[in-house]
């Protein structure tokens, strides 16, 4: 067989296990706030969260073009397909490593790191580093700000506007309307991280001289990728589930609402007008802290935020430094 053709190979079957780990790892984002306010049961939010995955990847070319064709920059040939089997890989012994540990870390940033890492050891100026800098780093650090903060207002907003409201009443609808938010941030999440699968793919078809645009997703692509994060969605991860859905705040109907439709709020904004892969980690995360802020400040568990601040801080440089030894490992057999 072509020694092109399997090193290809071999890093589609690994970017597709990313996808799969993504999807049980990141299966939380999308509906552990709805699991905890008994909103939706549990095989119903996995199952809704699957299928919105699936719709949100035919939305995020532009994030996989980010990701593909704007991090690093690689000469076709075997050895390239090493560096981003490398990178792949180091994601999915990062994701799980924390699944384990039931952090709620970003499998987005795990790839980022695997893909900078491998590319900084095997290669001179191979990683686009302003690219890297403002995609990826800039709002590694903003999109948690930016979700803490709207979360805030979006519930005092929320508060105030149904200060009136029969409590009963109030709660019946917040979980009605929790379907719907449930829903945009599945899709929310389908259009980031299914695309950063989508762009490994199509990095390492481009690199492996199966296609010559960088940037073109053929459709097999976009359901291979769809398909993976789905079903790794419905196979769900419930030690980060139960991370974020109790151990951070107590949340209520209607903080669940507010914190989903603030974080799906800045994955669409993210994913269609800036293309940029943020966090969908992050960004929930965030956001049920800046909700929970709303009760009182000691509401929020800080000691268990201060844990998943930690997991954040590391996935990058860890991810990087498990690639460079997955790199040097394999890298005879990518000669």
Request: hydrophobic share 55%; with cysteine; aromatic share 10%.
């Amino acid at each position: 067989m072509d020694p092109e053709l399997v090193a290809v190979l071999a890093v589609i079957v690994a970017a597709m296990v990313f996808d799969y780990t993504n999807g049980f790892h990141d299966a939380a984002n999308a509906i552990a706030t709805s699991v905890s306010t008994r909103a939706l049961t549990p095989r119903v939010a996995l199952a809704m969260a699957a299928v919105g995955n699936f719709v949100g990847a035919h939305l995020g070319a532009g994030v996989a073009k980010t990701v593909g064709d704007d991090l690093v920059d690689l000469p076709t040939g075997i050895p390239s397909l090493g560096i981003v089997f490398a990178g792949v890989v180091a994601a999915i012994a990062w994701n799980l490593i924390t699944w384990y540990f039931g952090l709620p870390s970003s499998s987005s940033h795990a790839l980022f790191g695997g893909l900078v890492g491998a590319t900084t050891v095997a290669t001179i100026g191979g990683v686009q580093w302003a690219n890297v800098l403002e995609k990826v780093l800039i709002p590694m650090v903003l999109s948690p700000v930016v979700g803490l903060i709207l979360g805030y207002i979006f519930m005092i907003a929320l508060m105030w506007t149904f200060r009136r409201g029969h409590p009963g009443k109030l709660n019946r609808g917040f979980r009605w309307a929790q379907t719907a938010s449930a829903a945009a941030m599945s899709v929310g999440h389908g259009m980031q991280d299914a695309a950063k699968t989508m762009g490994i793919v199509v990095l390492a078809l481009y690199t492996g001289g199966f296609q010559s645009d960088a940037t073109h997703i053929p459709e097999w692509v976009y359901w291979a990728s769809a398909t993976m994060l789905a079903a790794g969605t419905y196979t769900g991860g419930w030690r980060i589930i139960r991370t974020l859905g109790r151990k951070i705040i107590d949340l209520g109907p209607a903080e669940g609402f507010a914190a989903e439709t603030v974080a799906s709020s800045v994955l669409f904004f993210n994913a269609q007008v800036l293309h940029a892969p943020i966090s969908t980690t992050h960004t929930i995360t965030s956001a049920i802290m800046g909700v929970g802020a709303t009760k009182r400040l000691s509401a929020v568990r800080w000691n268990v935020a201060g844990n998943i601040v930690i997991a954040w801080v590391t996935t990058f440089p860890a991810a990087a430094f498990i690639a460079c030894l997955v790199y040097f490992a394999i890298r005879p057999a990518f000669a």
